[in-house]
Structures are given as structure tokens and as C-alpha cells.
């Protein structure tokens, strides 16, 4: 059973700027596509940004709209964290936000699961508040 856990959740300004971490009991990612979803106040859990790896240096992501531009997804070169790069926050991105894992081997495809059912080990999720 693969555990993941994300953390660098809290309280930021509008127009700031902060960077969660998801690492994994595992002690690579390599074997799967990581994503990163969001469930604001009332509201549905939803997509935010997944990455897969074909190589050490050919990558793939997937960014839903409404962070594009804003937000990147990224791993380290050992591929033992996931990040979550949050820039330009805004109120409407308070939400809690999960770390997910999908065994599939998406990567040798060029593919980046953006579904829930995709995803295979979650995280407990870490709290995002954006102050206006």
C-alpha cells in the first residue's frame, strides 16, 4: 500500500505565491503518474495538475484552465517529491489539496490521467487559504 502525503498548505495573500510538497512512502514516484487535486468549501473535488514520466527527462503534464499560467507541477530529479508551484493565488483557490498516485504506466504513452478513478493512493490533503 503506497502512502503519499502532501504538505506547505496555509494561509496566503491574494497575488502571492506558495509550493506544496507530496512525497511518498515509496522512494520513487517513477512508477506513477502523480496529480494534484482540489476541493474548495462546498464544492466537489476537481483537477488541478498531473504529471507523467516516460524518461529522467521527458515529462508530460496536464493543467485544468483555471490554473494555467499560474500554477506548475514538477518533481525533483530523484523523482522522490511532487511539487505544486501556486503563483498568483487568488481567493476562489482556497481549497483543500490532494496528492494522488496512479500506478498505470501512463507515462510510456505520452498520457496524463486527469480523473479521479485514475488515481489509485490519495493523500489525507493540506489546507490552501488565499486572503483577499
Known amino acids: 500500500q503506497v502512502q503519499v502525503a502532501e504538505s506547505g498548505g496555509g494561509l496566503v495573500q491574494a497575488g502571492g505565491s506558495l509550493r506544496l510538497s507530496c512525497a511518498s512512502s515509496e522512494r520513487t514516484f517513477s512508477n506513477y503518474a502523480m496529480g494534484w487535486f482540489r476541493q474548495p468549501p462546498g464544492k466537489e473535488r476537481e483537477f488541478v495538475a498531473a504529471?507523467?514520466?516516460?524518461?529522467?527527462?521527458?515529462?508530460?503534464?496536464n493543467y485544468a484552465d483555471f490554473v494555467k499560467g499560474r500554477f506548475t507541477i514538477s518533481g525533483d530529479n530523484a523523482w522522490n517529491t511532487v511539487y505544486l508551484r501556486m503563483n498568483n493565488v487568488k481567493p476562489e483557490d482556497t481549497a483543500v489539496y490532494y496528492c494522488?498516485?496512479?500506478?498505470?504506466?501512463?507515462?510510456?504513452?505520452?498520457?496524463?490521467?486527469?480523473?479521479?478513478?485514475?488515481?489509485?493512493?490519495w493523500g489525507q490533503g493540506t489546507q490552501v487559504t488565499v486572503s483577499s
Open positions: 494522488a498516485a496512479a500506478q498505470d504506466d501512463y507515462g510510456r504513452v505520452g498520457a496524463v490521467p486527469s480523473m479521479e478513478n485514475q488515481y489509485h493512493y
Open positions: 504529471i507523467s514520466r516516460r524518461s529522467a527527462r521527458l515529462f508530460y503534464t
